[in-house]
């Protein structure tokens, strides 16, 4: 068939590389429309009208009394406060408080008392004018224009001043007809689309799939996969990776990010949850809203892991299909190519990229715009390659890695644009569209948010942080090469080899012309480029790296191919190159095996540097050996062995080290939760292995001789008041240098000893066990015991209980806590029990003291905290417990006050508390009222699982009337 003249043809066309002419293109004024169109619907989109939510909270609820009660409002100070208070409240012989927000300093509060009604807060001090008559009432009202105090007399005191904070209501007045408060919160999160921003975004979306069709992106007939002969390699990748999927380690931000995301299921406001006064992570709230809808299936760990394993396989395929297809062509078919980057990415992605945190989803989308940019060579490849960098960015800061790879194609895509314009104005339409698919990514961040969030989320974040400048950058690396968690050899591994081969490829690959040499080169620019743009990432944590994960293994796999690829006269120059990665290698392996909440795993290597069947792995003569049979190897055109040796290494140490932990220690076991949940048994997770240890009875001493408490610190009572409930009985061996009294310890030199009287032991059943309350410290010289006797009078043997004392205490500040026997451990035949204690130690923690005995009864936890809902988890446990479904909700800017809270282990993270930076729960720590029950799991009461606080049941919780109102309102409106 004869070609095609194109002159005298009037509608251009298109010109594939290869010669081949394609369906004429469309009239460019068509791709203006549609790319302006698409363009100007996203920039609208922010500043959309949208209805807001605010919600009024009344109290006391109607026709209930007045009681005190929790109301947690976040941020603290509501938009308005009005409180009218009865004239007959005001008037009161003993000082009193008619009402306050919070505590002193807090909030507001309003006393009464012989000189008359005061108002306090913040720096405002105002008195409340009384009057006569039943009908009489002060009403006190706060709001943008200051403060408006109308006392009983008619009189209007006004004073600039801001609201008030809010973290409940309070009152010492019996349930008195009159009082009440009513506060109005509003913020800019609580959102919902109008009809109007629907249909902008209706236009936005359908402005880019018509802009990728007119840039030549069409539905192709799938072609007939091809058998791969390296089928096995990508088994074996996908089978590590499922089984990563069960054993595998928590992410540090696992049970902050289910949380949030269970919480956007709930309320459909997408809030931090935790902390800064609940405002969103916008604009990086897509992979929230991914997780959301899992969320609602299940709460399953291993459920919640499939993203991040399919993201983790997607990765693999578009790494050797795409970017060594396009780096290595031939060469990536080769069996060794394809093993040594598998064995390269399992080792940089599985120590950071197993959970529900996001930088596997950029990963993936970082790999895949380098993969498309690469080998775009029509307007459609750079099309696609813009609409992944789009979709990409509203997953997390450190989407800015995109940067990296499209600034090195960047000539490359606009060359291919610029051959297939046919005019200066096709040229111009065709960057147009391509903005118009940009700009899906702001249309994926306002869809449901608009600027002012945007403006005020960013404030709260940059106010509250953590906000660190580009050029602390230096800490990121600090933390990688820190010897917590965030500095595990598996983690440092990938990014230190990468520095390593830096200059290696610099050496053996700049001036080259080869095809391995010239993807080298620009693999080693998009590194190098991807460092500078950490850089703005405003947060400087190592686990940030797994968003490079594929990356770094590509520049490591052709890093590889390039040394093997020397000629014979450049062997030296490759054998001395070894010295780098052999440094990097030893360097990292200096790190701990650690990882984060080591309590649902025990590895090995948790506080010390890795060293299988004895080798020292962080001694550099181990390397150096590696290095010198590098160097033989290099004359056999074998590839960099000590890249490889160092990768496989640390992959059979992370899967080793996870299948024997459950060996080690089969409760709280992940693994073991995953695995169970697979057979359908024991589904609760965590859950599943702690008991709660309720306290009963105190025993009653045999002689019934009276006692005086004493020995503890003056600063640190018991928890119950000394003579009294659990602590009727105190012992200690404390002394007050200031305090001549005889306190009955005889010691010298600030050592004691301590020998109770006996008490009456009950029989005791399965599920029972004695208990004390300790402080100061049972080792190390110090030591307490339980002594057991029979009718006769006779020691039948002592039991030490396990002690687990906090880290970090201070001493100044000493706890108290619960520590005890089970009923089997007691000897047969005892009927009494007494308690024998050993201070031997003179340093500030050389003293005890101790309870007197009492029962004890282990109640399984799911089992404890029915008819305690909803159940704060704190956020390093969020993920660990599947089955407690009712969590707080936190929306428009009112939180539910918990039943229950299940704490971290020590030491405790409370940022949900924390008022310094916006914490959610920070009025948990004013008017909580929450008290610490013990806890251990099972068959491991040394080991720190976390803790369980329980609200006081009389105590009353969101006692108050909430309605809402909506209206519409501007997206650039600001509260």
């Known amino acids: 068939m004869p070609r095609r003249s194109l002159r005298g043809c009037t509608r251009p066309v298109c010109a594939h590389p290869r010669g081949f002419l394609l369906r004429p293109r469309p009239p460019v004024w068509i791709a203006l429309l549609v790319g302006a169109c698409g363009v100007l619907a996203a920039l609208v989109l922010p500043a959309a009208p949208v209805l807001t939510e605010s919600v009024t909270l009344s109290w006391p609820a109607a026709g209930q009394p007045a009681r005190s009660t929790t109301a947690l409002v976040v941020p603290y ?29 807090d909030g507001m509060t309003v006393t009464a008392g012989p000189g008359g009604a005061v108002l306090r807060a913040d720096d405002i001090q105002l008195p409340i004018a009384g009057g006569p008559g039943p009908q009489c009432t002060a009403v006190l009202h706060a709001g943008p224009a200051g403060w408006a105090v109308t006392g009983g007399d008619g009189i209007t005191v006004r004073a600039a001043g801001p609201v008030p904070q809010v973290f409940g209501f309070r009152t010492e007045l019996p349930a008195a007809d009159g009082l009440s408060v009513t506060v109005r919160v509003v913020t800019p999160f609580a959102t919902s689309p109008t009809a109007v921003k629907l249909v902008l975004v209706a236009l936005q979306v359908v402005a880019v799939l018509a802009a990728l069709w007119l840039l030549g992106c069409r539905p192709r007939r ?78 399953a760990p291993l459920w919640l892991r499939l993203p991040s394993t399919v993201l983790a396989v997607a990765t693999w395929f578009v790494l050797t299909r795409g970017v060594l297809a396009a780096a290595l062509p031939g060469a990536a078919r080769l069996p060794w190519v394809r093993g040594t980057a598998a064995v390269l990415l399992l080792a940089a992605w599985l120590p950071f990229n197993l959970g529900v945190r996001p930088e596997s989803y950029v990963a993936l989308g970082l790999c895949a715009v380098l993969a498309l940019a690469w080998r775009a060579r029509t307007r459609a490849g750079v099309a696609v390659t813009v609409l992944v960098a789009a979709v990409t960015v509203p997953i997390s800061p450190t989407a800015a890695l995109l940067a990296a790879p499209l600034a090195v194609f960047a000539p490359r895509m606009w060359s291919v644009l610029r051959r297939a314009a046919t005019s200066r ?19 994926l961040i306002f869809a449901d948010q608009t600027w002012s969030a945007l403006v005020t989320a960013t404030d709260w974040h940059r106010d509250f942080g953590p906000n660190l400048p580009w050029y602390a950058e230096p800490e990121r690396w600090a933390n990688l090469l820190s010897g917590d968690q965030q500095g595990s050899a598996p983690k440092r591994l990938a990014p230190l080899l990468a520095v390593a081969m830096l200059p290696v490829v610099a050496g053996l690959a700049w001036s080259g012309r080869t095809v391995v040499q010239r993807s080298a080169r620009r693999l080693a620019v998009v590194v190098l480029l991807l460092a500078a743009a950490y850089a703005v990432v405003p947060s400087k944590w190592s686990y940030h790296l797994g968003a490079a994960a594929g990356v770094l293994a590509a520049f490591l796999t052709v890093a590889v191919v390039l040394i093997s690829r020397q000629p014979p006269g450049r062997r030296g120059a490759v054998v001395a190159a ?78 080793g080290s996870f299948v024997a932990a459950p060996l080690r220690r089969a409760e709280g076991s992940l693994a073991l939760a995953n695995l169970h ?53 105190v012992w200690g061996t404390y002394q007050d240098t200031d305090d001549d009294t005889d306190s009955g310890i005889e010691g010298a030199d600030g050592t004691a000893t301590v020998l109770t009287r006996w008490f009456t032991l009950p029989p005791l059943i399965e599920g029972q066990g004695l208990a004390v309350s300790v402080a100061g410290r049972t080792d190390d010289g110090n030591a307490l015991a339980f002594e057991f006797g029979g009718a006769d009078g006779a020691v039948l043997g002592t039991r030490a209980p396990v002690d687990r004392p906090a880290p970090g205490e201070d001493p100044a500040h000493p706890l108290w806590r619960s520590i005890g026997v089970d009923a089997d451990a007691i000897p047969a035949g005892a009927d009494r029990v007494r308690i024998t204690a050993l201070d031997d130690r003179t340093d500030a923690w050389g003293w005890l003291a101790f309870t007197g005995p009492r029962l004890r009864s282990a109640v399984a936890l799911n089992d404890f905290l029915a008819g305690r809902s909803p159940v704060l988890l704190s956020w390093p446990q969020g993920f660990l417990f599947p089955c407690i479904r009712d969590i707080p909700r936190v929306a428009a800017g009112v939180a539910q006050t918990p039943g229950a809270v299940i704490e971290s282990p020590r030491p405790f993270f409370l940022e949900d508390r924390d008022q310094a930076i916006g914490g959610t729960f920070a009025g948990l720590a004013r008017y909580g009222d929450l008290q610490e029950v013990s806890g251990r799991l099972r068959g491991h009461p040394e080991v720190d699982w976390g803790t369980v606080l329980v609200a006081d049941p009389a105590a009353s919780r969101d006692a108050y009337d909430l309605t809402t109102t909506r209206e519409v309102r501007w997206g650039f409106h600001r509260p």
């Open 425 to 443: 104005a096709a040229l111009i339409a065709d960057v147009l569209l391509l903005c118009c698919v940009a700009a899906l990514s702001v249309t």
């Open 222 to 299: 799938p072609r007939r996969p091809r058998p791969d002969r390296l089928w096995w390699i990508d088994a074996a990748v996908v089978g590590v990776l499922a089984g990563w999927a069960v054993i595998g380690p928590l992410a540090v931000d696992d049970g902050w990010a289910t949380t949030i995301a269970r919480n956007l299921a709930a309320t459909g406001e997408a809030g931090n949850y935790y902390r800064w006064w609940n405002a969103p992570e916008v604009p990086f709230a897509l992979s929230q809203q991914l997780l959301a809808p899992l969320t609602e299936i299940s709460l």
């Open 578 to 655: 070894v010295a780098l990665p052999t440094a990097a290698a030893a360097w990292a392996f200096t790190g701990p095996n650690a990882w984060w909440q080591s309590t649902v795993y025990d590895v090995l290597w948790a506080d010390g540097p890795i060293r299988p069947a004895g080798v020292p792995l962080d001694n550099p003569l181990v390397w150096l050996v590696v290095a010198v049979v590098a160097a033989l190897l290099a004359r056999r055109r074998a590839p960099a062995p000590v890249v490889l040796t160092a990768a496989l290494i640390s992959v059979a140490v992370l899967l």
């Open 677 to 729: 949940r697979l057979t359908g048994e024991r589904v609760c997770g965590l859950a599943d292995d702690v008991e709660v240890l309720l306290d009963g009875v105190v025993l009653d001493p045999l002689d019934g001789r009276s006692h005086v408490p004493g020995g503890f610190p003056p600063g640190a009572p018991p928890p119950d008041p000394p003579g009294t409930a659990s602590a009727s009985y």
């Open 77 to 105: 100070r509501p938009a308005e406060l009005t409180a009218q208070i009865p004239c007959s409240a005001l008037a009161a012989g003993e000082p009193r408080t008619v009402l306050a927000t919070g505590p002193p300093g």
